[in-house]
């Protein structure tokens, strides 16, 4: 079973920083990718970020410039500091990883319980 705890949501003002931390733990036999996603309130949930195991990092141009993604292998953890925050980027912010049980069965999504982020004055 694979679990992600994710940790640093909260309330900030507009122009503030953050930074979400992410650990995955369990069984795995490799964790391929991992990202995060946000969902504000009656939207879809969408991309904010990605970074694949070798570093290779993606964003939605909404939050580029502003966010960085990063992954510590040794602790099997993403980090997205995320500052110049603004209203808009207030969402529940979910993990993602992108993981492979065993290696021969083709990689699954798993995620995270969410946190959340205000962004107010």
């Known amino acids: 079973q694979v679990q992600l705890v994710e940790s640093g949501g909260g309330l900030v003002q507009p122009g503030g920083s953050l930074r979400l931390s992410c650990a995955a733990s369990?069984?795995?036999?490799?964790?391929?990718?991992m990202g995060w996603y946000r969902q504000a309130p009656g939207k879809q949930r969408e991309l904010a970020a990605t970074?694949?195991?070798?570093?290779?990092?993606n964003y939605a141009d909404s939050v580029k410039g502003r966010f960085t993604i990063s992954w510590d292998n040794a602790k099997n953890t993403v980090y997205l500091q995320m500052n110049s925050l603004k209203p808009e980027d207030t969402a529940v912010y979910y993990c993602?990883?992108?993981?492979?049980?065993?290696?021969?069965?083709?990689?699954?999504?798993?995620w995270g319980q969410g946190t959340q982020v205000t962004v107010s004055s």
């Open positions: 369990g069984s795995m036999f490799s964790n391929d990718a």
């Open positions: 970074i694949t195991r070798s570093g290779f990092s």
């Open positions: 993602n990883a992108r993981v492979r049980i065993t290696w021969n069965r083709a990689p699954d999504d798993y």
